[in-house]
């Protein structure tokens, strides 16, 4: 597929460049892909409510193209369609954050949650007043589908809301619930016509025959809940707005806003037409049509296909609707000749040490590392065809960071400290859902490890790490997940052990463990994450997850095997 880009790994930040250097609103965080307002040091004095929002790139002019008066504050950006890392989240807070508090809006997908969650958390240790809204206005989902309704075009509405209460003065709790209500009232459904091309993959996530359409897609480039045959733009709209109405519970005389969004590869006539078909649709139900817009404002890269947004209004919604905003995204553009840049604030250092390289939590780190980075088109493959194919690309970046700094890691203060450093590289580094899973993995192996650790030791800090795994992404075994290799391979493992089997025999049994488990997902229905959308599709595909998990485990055992 033909691309206008340099290289895949720049396009999020030469993407942010772009948008600073055609708004005057907007700067770039200096050394991250976080967009924020130029004017940040004027609104931290102003003392009103900042807002955040973000997630993974390639849902332009989503997010950064909504920062700006009267709409967000910050936006930060994770590589496409991977959610940013915690750290990244964090430093965003901590540059938008004003004495009146921060209200981050986050989409309802699990990387998402996690990261702005963990973040949230961590800014409020700090002192920094925060709250959180979800949005989660997929129709095409029940509540209890999978991981639950996605966070779709209807987010769009929820920044233009809370960024005029926030503009208008209101406190972070007053904010905090008219977005909430919006996001608990507004209602998206989609249908796209062909899919998208993430850079780095370099083919779409999935084909469609000449005539077929996907009902009820995400932005992500996943499939959606079902095919079919496209129709006329009228029976399109009807089937989308009887979806949002019926679900939404939106009754015969009703005020509401419509918001027809591009999906990223979808002409301004057609959304024009979608626009007035819509229009036609909503009033025949009795509905009055207050507001509407059409444009792309949330895309899923270059996928042909629109999404239908409907949100009942009142008096104040609308007003704040139509307060003013410099956003360039809602809906002008003020050039400037050159990128306007933020000093990021400061941050810890981070922990500096030396590991020898014969150390074999360093040899079994690189091992590791060699290994996903090898993996890595392999794991894209598997991902690309139950999710959105970006595993083996977030596994692989995270590896190229252990390997720049393992030598640095804190050897001489204990395997505890340097599985600690491991952790904060893979939290700095690893965005979407496996960042922080991994993260917390290592994070709490390195607290069960006591300063001489046996083998007994580490089996019970493989255990500790396998419980926080489950514990921060929900996931048991059977659920098709990491954990349904993870799991059995720390069982395997403790259980040898304690029958009085050397630890390489032991070891050798975890692997076999894990790799069991990886297998046995191919039969398994996703209950969490993407490939939850996909229901019976993923039957007959081990989850990559649990794959990758049964790999790096064979390779440490590979490696510190006497």
């Given at each position: 597929?033909k ?24 700067a ?41 008066p ?31 508090g ?45 991981a ?7 987010t ?25 209500r ?5 209602g998206?459904?989609g ?56 679900d ?53 890269l ?98 190229a960071?252990?390997?720049?700094e ?13 599985l ?40 019970g ?12 992404g ?21 259980e040898?052990?304690?029958?009085g ?34 229901g ?27």
């Amino acid at each position: 597929m033909k691309k206008l880009i340099n290289a895949p790994g720049d396009v999020v930040g030469e993407s942010l460049n772009g948008l600073a250097r055609t708004s005057a609103v907007v700067a770039r965080l200096d050394g991250s892909a976080t967009a924020i307002r130029a004017d940040i040091a004027a609104v931290r004095e102003s003392g009103q409510v900042t807002l955040l929002s973000g997630g993974g790139a390639g849902h332009e002019p989503a997010h950064a193209g909504y920062v700006g008066p009267g709409m967000l504050t910050a936006a930060v950006s994770g590589e496409v369609f991977t959610s940013p890392s915690v750290d990244a989240v964090l430093e965003g807070i901590r540059a938008a954050a004003s004495p009146g508090g921060v209200l981050l809006i986050v989409k309802n997908y699990t990387g998402d949650r996690l990261n702005f969650g963990l973040a949230a958390e961590l800014a409020r240790a700090e002192g920094i007043e925060t709250a959180t809204v979800v949005v989660a206005d997929d129709v095409a989902l029940g509540a209890a589908d999978g991981a639950g309704r996605r966070g779709l075009a209807g987010t769009v509405l929820v920044h233009k809301v809370a960024g005029a209460a926030a503009a208008a003065g209101l406190p972070l709790a007053e904010v905090a619930a008219v977005a909430g209500r919006v996001a608990e009232q507004v209602g998206t459904m989609g249908v796209a016509l062909s899919a998208c091309t993430v850079p780095a993959a370099g083919q779409p996530g999935f084909l469609l025959d000449g005539d077929e359409v996907e009902w009820g897609l995400g932005i992500h480039g996943e499939p959606g809940v079902e095919r079919a045959s496209l129709r006329p733009v009228d029976e399109v709209v009807s089937r989308l707005a009887g979806a949002i109405v019926g679900d939404r519970g939106i009754t015969g005389g009703a005020r509401v806003a419509v918001l027809v969004n591009g999906l990223g590869a979808t002409p301004p006539m057609e959304l024009s037409i979608m626009a007035d078909a819509a229009v036609r649709e909503l009033t025949s139900r009795g509905l009055e049509v207050a507001r509407v817009w059409a444009g792309t404002f949330l895309s899923a890269l270059d996928m042909a296909g629109a999404s239908l947004s409907v949100l009942p209004v009142d008096d104040e919604v609308l007003a704040l609707l139509d307060a003013p905003t410099e956003a360039p995204a809602w809906p002008r553009a003020v050039p400037s000749s050159a990128p306007a840049v933020v000093a990021a604030p400061p941050t810890a250092d981070a922990p500096a040490g030396s590991l020898a390289g014969d150390d074999p939590l360093r040899r079994a780190f690189e091992a590791v590392a060699e290994t996903l980075i090898s993996a890595r088109d392999t794991l894209t493959e598997m991902d690309r065809e139950v999710g959105d194919g970006d595993l083996g690309i977030s596994l692989a970046r995270g590896a190229a960071a252990l390997l720049a700094e393992a030598p640095s890691y804190p050897g001489e203060e204990g395997a505890g400290a340097v599985l600690r450093a491991a952790s904060a590289t893979v939290r700095r580094s690893v965005g979407g859902t496996s960042g922080p899973l991994y993260a917390v993995l290592l994070l709490r192996a390195a607290g069960a490890l006591p300063p001489v650790a046996s083998p007994a030791d580490w089996a019970g800090a493989f255990r500790a790490g396998v419980s926080g795994v489950r514990e921060v992404g929900g996931a048991e075994p059977g659920d098709r997940t990491m954990v349904d290799a993870l799991q059995p391979a720390a069982d395997a493992f403790a259980e040898r052990l304690a029958a009085g089997e050397q630890w390489p025999a032991a070891l050798a049994a975890a692997v076999r463990a894990a790799e069991e488990g990886a297998a046995a997902t191919a039969g398994i229905r996703a209950r969490l994450g993407r490939s939850s959308y996909l229901g019976d599709r993923v039957l007959g595909h081990p989850d990559p997850g649990a794959h990758a998990a049964a790999l790096w485990l064979s390779t440490v055992a590979a490696t510190l095997r006497p």
